[in-house]
């Protein structure tokens, strides 16, 4: 039988001043035109030091809040690096490739299951921020997005064989979705498959602090299984006090917050900036937990750096801070037991 763990809402829980259309309405105004961003933040093309492609097929989306944390007049702002869609992403380049970790042989319906104990649910194809090196920038969503129906028909298959041990919200990001269909899919999830842990992967707390409302932490809180999430910062700057005081609304209603970054040049590929992070991160309240090399996907070249390089940089952060402070530098290699540390 497995632990249950009631994870009531604790009254220590501060309380939000957004609601559900606050932040939709904030994430309607998000920038989707990359002059209009570089405009707002007294910039042109021209300044930028490589063209911008004009015809991505993924997407320009970055909210203004995440946006108000980029420094005006500098192009080289690690945060405005992360979004911009340059024509670089068009490169050939023979290491990468759509599906670098091969999601397509271990996906079936709204599951990804690769790992003993645990399977990923493609909750939603949405996220509220394009990140350009994001690894399922080619996942072909409109395939396997989660339907409540579609969800307890594969768990129930999955743990008719073994167990599950915990359960793993991602997408896309699960908290785009609204509030009801995220306590629908949780509700399956553990009728079905009684996890120990129900684990959010999302960004949304950092690039859309708003989100963070109340009744996303009723969602929370109401669920009987130890709630883990992890979110996604790459960069000291990202984190502000609209977010500090968003991740300290959701850190009673976790059992653990966790952040996850992805090593990338140009943004945070030396020990003083991921120190800087780690330390913000730790006055969030926020354990560091995973450093990922980037994924090979296509688009991502210009953000590769080699394991030789993470390690220096890795072993510079244990030389100079606690050790609860430097995350897990690691890589995800197709078909492997679990994640490769280096
Ligand atoms: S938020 Fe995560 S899933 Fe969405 S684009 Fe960024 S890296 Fe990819």
New binding site residues.
Partial sequence: MRESSPNHRSSAIPRSDTNDSSWRNELRGAYRDVDALLDDLGLTQADLPEPIDPKSSFAFLVPRAFVSRMKPGDPGDPLLMQVLPLLRERDDDARLTGDPLEESSFVHGPLISKYQGRVLVVATGA?????R?????SFPYSNHVASPEALEAGLAALVEHSPLEEVIL????PWVLDDSRLAELVEVVERVAAPRSVRF????PI?LPSRVTDALLEVLSGSRCGVVVVV?VNHANEIDDDVMAALARLKPACRALLNQS?LLRGVNDSAAALMALSWRLHEAGVQPYYLHLTDPVEGSGHFQVDAERGRDVIAEMARQMPGYLVPRLVREDPGAESKTPL
């Fill in positions: 996220c509220m921020v394009n990140c090196y994001c690894f399922r920038r991602s997408g896309g990001d992967h999302t960004r949304v690039v996604h992805v």
